[in-house]
């Protein structure tokens, strides 16, 4: 009997150190260690479109009622431009992450709306972090509704890591969106979580069970998604299998240590539409353009100018 209350007490201890590290887990996820929220007021960037490259640019402010403003920057594009891009950073970063990709964007005729995304640079948040791409997805939304506003009709939507998934899942799921630019995406959070867990087991010498593992990815990413008040989630692998005829264009960090490349791989499998991957061999996370900056930036040149112009690939009402 004393056995039996042992090994009882033993896996209900064990439980609740998972269930512990799970939650330290959640937190991992959805705050990045060192970030710190800044307060709009009295904060400013010291770098911008302007004294990186000399575009001109406008501060631009997106408000909705119960969801918090959102800032950016708006560079224009050529007087008669109708393409845009909305450009969405990773997790913890801010719109500055989209500077490197200015004169890209700029060469390819388009407008630029670089946000930042709730919770992130300058834009309003509740402290709650990361929303796994969904609320990030609301807000591009946002971003893409704005820009119609303003005359433009062929909008694509790029960005990095989360901003990535964002995209994908946004670009899905809205008809005005003609286009989706990716990379370094994660294809499902409970893959990604779980294959954290799997790495640390491995330095350990150890083979976790799949069960295990998975579970624990579940467990995590419930808990963040209770952390977010989020009763859905929806993952960018499932989401690229409805993008339709829109073109998808993944840029993937072949040396990526954070969002490993079959998350990328797994994307493109599941895309729908016209797709297309480009592997950058030495790349890590969110390093493309750094190692190979003219085969990236000619990439995406080529992929905007190709979008027929002055209309979504999908039909929509004005």
């Known amino acids: 009997m004393t056995s039996r209350i042992l090994v009882a007490a033993g896996a209900i ?19 990045p260690a060192g970030y710190v929220h800044p307060r709009p007021r009295g904060f400013r960037y010291h ?17 909705d009622n119960g969801r918090g403003a959102l800032r950016g920057w708006l560079v224009p594009g050529a007087a008669d431009a109708t393409r845009a891009v909305v450009w969405l950073h990773g997790t913890g970063s801010d719109r500055t992450h989209a500077l490197p990709f200015l004169p ?20 309003d948040g509740a402290g ?14 946002r971003a893409v509704a704005e820009l119609w506003r303003r005359g433009y009709r062929t909008m694509v939507l790029m960005g990095v890591s989360l901003g990535a998934t964002a ?21 499902s959070f409970l893959a990604f979580r779980a294959a954290i867990l799997r790495r640390r087991f491995g330095r350990l010498g150890l083979d976790p069970p799949a069960a295990l593992v998975n579970w624990w990815g579940d467990a995590v990413v419930r808990l963040a998604m209770a952390h977010q008040g989020m009763q859905t989630l929806v993952d960018a692998e499932a ?4 993008l339709g005829p829109r073109p998808l264009l993944i840029i993937n960090g072949a040396a990526d240590t954070v969002v490993p490349p079959e998350h990328s ?22 390093q493309s353009i750094v190692v190979a900056p003219q085969l990236v930036t000619d990439r995406i040149v080529a992929f905007i100018r190709s979008l027929p112009e002055g209309r979504p690939v999908m039909s929509v009402a004005d």
């Not at 929303?131 to 939304?141: H, I, Q, S, T």
């Open 128 to 141: 709650r972090g990361s929303g796994l791409g969904m609320r990030e997805a609301e807000d591009a939304d």
């Open 239 to 242: 989401a690229a299998g409805h």
């Open 13 to 31: 201890t064990a439980l609740g150190v998972l269930l512990i590290a799970a939650g330290v887990a959640r937190d991992a996820l959805v705050n």
């Open 167 to 187: 995209a994908i899942i946004a670009g899905a799921q809205n008809p005005r969106v003609a286009a989706v630019i990716a990379e370094d995406p994660v294809a």
């Open 104 to 123: 890209a964007l700029h060469e390819a005729g388009a407008a630029v709306l670089a946000v930042d995304l709730r919770e992130n640079g300058l834009s």
């Open 47 to 63: 770098d911008d479109p302007w004294t990186r490259h000399r575009l001109a640019f406008d501060d631009v402010t997106l408000t």
């Open 265 to 286: 791989t797994r994307i493109f499998l599941a895309a729908a539409g016209p797709r297309d991957l480009l592997r950058i061999p030495g790349a890590d996370h969110g």
